[in-house]
């Protein structure tokens, strides 16, 4: 069955930076652009990013754009996120979500449980 | 960047009642708007993607209608266990953006 299993998450103090990992299995990982979503503590979604199957395109919310990087190694079925300069702001549970299709303009079908971030000084 | 709103904020109904939530694009997004469920301490679940198609193993008293600007989840007769909030989502135009949320319980 389709997993996606985000690690890396921790506690941070502002200005550090810190790389999520989202290792996928169940489907072919190469066929399949991936998100990443972010939900502050008690408050909803916000979509951060989101890398096409073959890497050729990534756009980023303007929250995070210019500090986050979305990449993935499709050798080894694993999207990352490289935080950097992080906020207070940026505190939140990062979810990693799978693309119902290559491109951009698909559903969000499957999801992991999530990695916890959290800046604070 | 387009903004998704959603009524009711919050929704109080008994079993078997009829749940209707609707979603409020600010520009055409033509069909490219998904719900999920989540569930408390849970990550989100896809129940209807694309407006009106309903995605794998997801039980049939939850359906999907809309195109364009307005957009509705119906949840017919529903259970104690449909207590969650409900977002949508467009993928419609970048960047992707959430709908606030609705919070529906069970009494």
């Known amino acids: 069955q389709v997993q996606v299993v985000e690690s890396g998450g921790g506690v941070v103090q502002p200005g550090a930076s810190l790389r999520l990992s989202c290792a996928a299995s169940?489907?072919?990982?190469?066929?399949?652009?991936m998100h990443w979503v972010r939900q502050a503590p008690g408050k909803g979604l916000e979509w951060v990013a989101l890398?096409?199957?073959?890497?050729?395109?990534?756009k980023y919310a303007e929250s995070v754009k210019g500090r986050f990087t979305i990449s993935r190694d499709n050798s080894k079925n694993t999207v990352y996120l490289q935080m950097n300069s992080l906020r207070v702001e940026d505190t939140a549970t990062y979810y990693c979500?799978?693309?119902?299709?290559?491109?951009?303009?698909?559903?969000?079908?499957?999801w992991g449980q999530g990695a916890l971030v959290s800046v604070s000084s | 960047e387009i903004v998704l709103t959603q009524s009711p904020d919050f929704h109080s109904v008994t079993p078997e009642e009829t749940v209707t939530i609707t979603c409020r694009a600010s520009?055409?997004?033509?069909?490219?708007l998904h719900w999920y469920q989540q569930k408390p301490n849970q990550s989100p679940n896809l129940l209807i993607k694309?407006?009106?198609q309903s995605f794998s193993g997801v039980p049939s008293r939850f359906s999907g209608s809309g195109s364009g600007t307005d957009f509705t989840l119906t949840i017919n007769t529903v259970e104690p266990e449909d207590a969650a909030t409900y977002y949508c989502f467009q993928s419609d135009s970048l960047p992707f953006t959430f709908g606030p949320g609705t919070k529906v319980e069970i009494k």
């Open positions: 520009q055409n997004i033509n069909t490219g």
């Open positions: 169940g489907f072919m990982f190469s066929k399949y652009a």
């Open positions: 694309y407006a009106s």
């Open positions: 890398l096409w199957n073959d890497g050729a395109f990534e």
């Open positions: 979500a799978k693309g119902d299709g290559s491109g951009s303009y698909y559903a969000l079908d499957y």
